[in-house]
Structures are given as C-alpha cells and as structure tokens.
C-alpha cells in the first residue's frame, strides 16, 4: 500500500529532538524554528513531558467520555488560570480543525443563526465549515460550499460596521485569527477587535477567536487576541496545546450553557491526551516561557528590523513573519540545506518562525547569522 501524496516533502528523515534541535537519521543537527508547523510549545522531549506521559501510559492511556476523567478537570482548571480565564468552560478535541468547527457549531446553537464572517487571509481547518472559512478556495470541496460565509477584508473596520448595519441579526459569528498564520503572519489591531467585539454584543453574535497557531503562549500573551483587552466569547487551540500529542479544545464564556449531547467526540480528552496537555500547561507556567517568548521574540523581531534587504518584519512574540522580497526566494531552502535550519513559509515569501517557546539567545543568534550570511552571499 502507497501513502496518499498530498504533502510536498523535504528529503530529510528526523529521528531525534531536544530542545530547540533535532538530528536526523545521519546524524546531523539541526535548528528547528518551525517547531513541526508551530506545535512543538516548550521543546522536543522535555523531561517534565516525557515523564508525565510515561507515567500516565503505565496507568491508563484511553477510555472514553462515558466515564469520569478527573485529568480533564485538572486541566482546566490549570488552563484557566495559566490562560486568565478561570470563569470559561472547556470542551476537549483532536485538532484544530475540529475546535472550530466545534466553535462555530457551538454558536449557532446559541443564536439559532447561520451566517459567519471570515478575513481574507484566513486559514481555520480542513474540516467542512473550518475549510468553508479559510480564504482558500483550491482546498474547498465542491461539497464544502455554503453561502454562509461572508469574507470580509482583513482588518476593515467601515466593512465590518458595513455588513453588521445590513445583516447584523443574521450573523451568527465572527471567526478571526489573533495574528494570521498561514495569510504571512498579519496581526489583527487591537483597534479592529475591539470593534469586533461592540459590534458582536449589539447584534447578539459570537467572537470566536482562533488560537489554533498564535495562542498558547506563543504571541508573549496566553491568547493574542487579548493585546486588544476584549474578551472574545471562545477561543480554539491545538497545535502547542500537547507538544506534538495531538490535543485541543475550546474555551467557553460562561454565557453558554450546555445539554447532554450537543458536542461530542470520541478520542477528546483521554487520559494521555489530558497529561499531555497538563505537562504543557506545567512547563509554560514554571520555566515563565511567555516571558521568554515575549524576551527573545523582540529581540529577534527589533535585530530583524536591521536587516535592509527584508521588505518587512510582522508578528509578535516568538511568532515572527519576515517578507522577502521576489529575488530572495532561495533563502529557506539555503537556511535548511547549508545553513541545518527549520524555518516555515508563507506564500508569495514569508519566512514564518514557529519556535518552542524556551528557545535560547544563542539558537536566536546563530539564526541571525545564518540569515545574514545568506542574505548577503
Ligand atoms: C489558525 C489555524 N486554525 C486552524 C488550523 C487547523 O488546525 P489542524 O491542522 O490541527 O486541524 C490551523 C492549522 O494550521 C491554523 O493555523
């Protein structure tokens, strides 16, 4: 049996990961910056983590919602105070994805509504109405399709109003990255969310923020959103969530109020997923990772800045976009092949660094060094 080839690969086989590095199977090093697509949150294999796994592998791995699971409770109540919203409910998934299809479910069970607003640049899942969302049309599926969706310019505050004024009672959410990830690292102004969310308590809609890449630390602040100093009626996350386990959820306001039955799912919150989730939850807040995100993410951000032959540096935090102009586009394969660094992409020619969040001063320096070298080679 093939695999199904969907993804484009690099010929590079990783077997080995500490930290901010990972070895291959020849063994050579390399620096990760992309932490496998903004997912590795406090570094490969930290004992904390490899034991905490361990240890709950050697009790009990799986069992299902139909029992008590009192590690979902522990993790909630560490994720509410980490993430400074102890009042919130959470509800526990697998993906991405499937935390905002959850979401934008969720709220249109309150409202009884059926319309969403969405950004151009917007990258919210796979599943259908997440792809329906995401400002993609190559990867929706004929049978995606709705005209539910209505895509507005990014960070458009008369377009917002625009649409609200004509057809706030029809519109049942409001989905919006804090910082876009796969649109080139665009970071949504405090100005536009905090008009958001006036407009959303007018007409009774819902703001959902998705966290799914800029939450969990990674802005500097738990949820990027919250630079704006709005609180947004619930936030999806995954990717950092479980530090490579795959683990997500949403956080709830505590205006909606739950049936038995109305969300679901089969694998959320397990017993390894939830001691996954709570190492995470445990790292972040001991080794004060936000702290250092916000640290070493201006750091990089303002050495960046120096650069003359970037076109611009976007993001916040250790969630960094560097635009390049049309001529550079070698630069992340020469980082990866002769320099041994991991970096993501955005098209056209974004750079997109999705480190750990305790990555070291010396792996940001060794990074500006090779960045310089190839820019000027
Ligand atoms: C902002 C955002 N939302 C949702 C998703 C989907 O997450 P997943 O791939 O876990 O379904 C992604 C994935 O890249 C994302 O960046």
């Given at each position: 049996m093939k695999l199904f080839d969907v993804y484009p690969l690099n010929p590079i086989e990783i077997t080995k990961g500490q930290g901010s590095l990972v070895w291959d199977n020849k063994g050579q090093e390399y620096l990760d910056l992309y932490g496998g697509h903004a997912v590795i949150s406090i570094g490969h294999t930290h004992p904390h983590y490899v034991q905490r796994l361990t240890d709950q592998l050697h009790k009990i791995g799986f069992y299902s919602n139909s029992v008590e699971i009192p590690l979902q409770s522990q993790l909630a109540e560490l994720l509410g105070k980490v993430s400074g919203k102890a009042d919130n409910q959470l509800f526990l998934c697998n993906s991405g994805a499937e935390a905002n299809e959850n979401a934008l479910k969720l709220a249109s069970f309150y409202n009884g509504r059926k319309k969403v607003i969405a950004f151009k640049g917007a990258f919210h899942g796979r599943t259908s109405l997440a792809v329906s969302c995401?400002?993609?049309?190559?990867?929706?599926?004929p049978v995606n399709q709705t005209e539910n969706i209505i895509f507005l310019p990014h960070n458009d505050e008369t377009a917002l109003e625009r649409i609200f004024s004509e057809s706030g009672n029809e519109i049942s959410a409001v989905i919006i990255e804090g910082i876009q990830g796969v649109g080139g690292i665009r970071v949504a102004t405090e100005s536009f969310l905090q008009k958001l969310r006036s407009l959303c308590d007018q007409y009774n809609a819902v703001y959902i923020a998705d966290s799914v890449q800029c939450g969990y630390g990674r802005?500097?602040?738990?949820?990027?959103?919250?630079f704006a100093g709005v609180e947004a009626d619930i936030y999806t996350m995954a990717k950092g969530m479980g530090n490579g386990f795959p683990v997500a959820g949403i956080s709830i306001a505590p205006k909606f109020k739950p049936w038995h039955g109305m969300l679901g799912t089969?694998?959320?919150?397990?017993h390894l997923a939830c001691a996954a989730a709570v190492a995470v939850l445990e790292v972040i807040e001991n080794d004060k990772l936000m702290e250092n995100a916000r640290t070493i993410g201006s750091y990089l951000i303002e050495e960046l800045s120096?650069?003359?032959?970037?076109?611009e540096v976007r993001g916040r935090g250790l969630m960094i976009g560097i635009d390049l102009p049309?001529?550079?586009?070698?630069v992340k394969k020469d980082l990866l092949f002769k320099h041994h660094i991991f970096t993501g992409e955005s098209k056209p020619n974004v750079l997109r660094l999705l480190p750990a969040l305790n990555l070291k001063r010396e792996h940001a320096d060794r990074f500006l060094d090779a960045l310089n070298k190839t820019l000027n080679q």
């Open positions: 995401t400002d993609n049309p190559k990867i929706v599926a802005s500097g602040k738990f949820y990027s959103h919250d089969t694998f959320g919150g397990n120096k650069l003359d032959k970037i076109c049309e001529e550079l586009s070698h």
